[in-house]
């Protein structure tokens, strides 16, 4: 930046931050994108009980401690039938070393225990119906889509939120960083 | 003055980079805006309904439903063929992009205002779904040989880019 005349750095650092303000500007009114994890969400989050499929109440509080994933999906949701099989990989895996998924399904038991049985489903199926898209949506889930999943370091405090299917090296990477943190 | 402009750089290249990295998931509409619903009244006893389905979007074919109110439906409205679209899970599946309208034919000639509802069900390429979605528009139906009336939008649609 040295070699540059003052007179072009302000001319170029101008234009950076109009642009910035553009996008900043077009990103606010247009979508959701540009807001982080909220971090009283987790509170929010880990004071959550719903039903499993056998109907018995989960309180999502139990998992605190753990670096906890919460997965927003539905049956009816192909790209997040897509992402599941790697969740199961993963809760294998990292299960033992303090890792838990939890999928909150938006739909009703009966084709969540088939999913789940079809799919070998080794992590917690809560079932929370359409209401369960309400719930997301007070936790950063801005238009209301799914998947959308949630990411709480061992402490309870949102680390990440994703809306559409996460990136499986994303995924390792964040539960290696969330593991390696004090809890 | 070398100096004044490193300290003046460093807000701006964060304002710069901040929204560029918060912009990496996917840019997606609300479900009211993706699949855009409207009603027109075209004579006494029709309705069309439309959807405007918005680019990188699509609706399942098998889950639109229509309803009238206080009327009743003539006839089970015709869906046009979607495009086949071949799902790993549910097997071939028929979709609709773009611009679809579905003619309600209504019983008898109602006459006043016919409310329609449309329950509709989709997802976006960039790797989303949206839960089924009720959406409502109510029209003034003209009398017989009168002029069909104005397109009734349920979401009103954006008048320009910028809002």
Known sequence: MSRLSPRSTWIALTLAGLLALGTGWYFGRHGEAGKGPDPAGGKTLLGVTLPDVDGKQQALGQWKGKVLIVNFWATWCVPCREEMPEFVKLQKEFGDRGVQFVGIAV??????????????LNYPALVGGYGAIEL????????????????????????????GPLKTSDLRDIIGQLLAKPG | MMHLLRAWAWPWA???IVPLAAAQQPKLLEPERAFAFSVQAVDENTVEARF???????????????????????ATPVLPPGKMKHDEFFGDVETYRGALA????????????????????GCADAGVCYPPQLQKVTVAL????????????????????FN
């Open chain 1, 107 to 120: 739909d009703d038991p009966a084709k969540v225990r088939q999913f789940a049985a079809e799919l070998g």
């Open chain 1, 136 to 163: 997301s949506k007070s936790l950063g889930n801005g238009v209301g889509a799914l998947p959308y999943t949630l990411i709480l370091d061992r402490s309870g405090s949102i680390s990440r939120t994703q809306l």
């Open chain 2, 14 to 16: 964060l304002a710069a």
């Open chain 2, 52 to 74: 405007a389905i918005a680019n990188g979007y699509y609706l399942y074919r098998e889950k639109l439903k229509f309803a009238v109110e206080p009327v009743a439906l003539a």
């Open chain 2, 102 to 121: 579905i003619r309600l034919p209504l019983q008898g000639s109602p006459g006043g205002s016919v409310t329609v509802k449309a329950e509709s069900q």
């Open chain 2, 142 to 161: 003209p009398p017989r040989g009168g002029r069909p009336g104005e397109p009734v939008y349920a979401t009103p649609p954006r008048k320009s880019w």
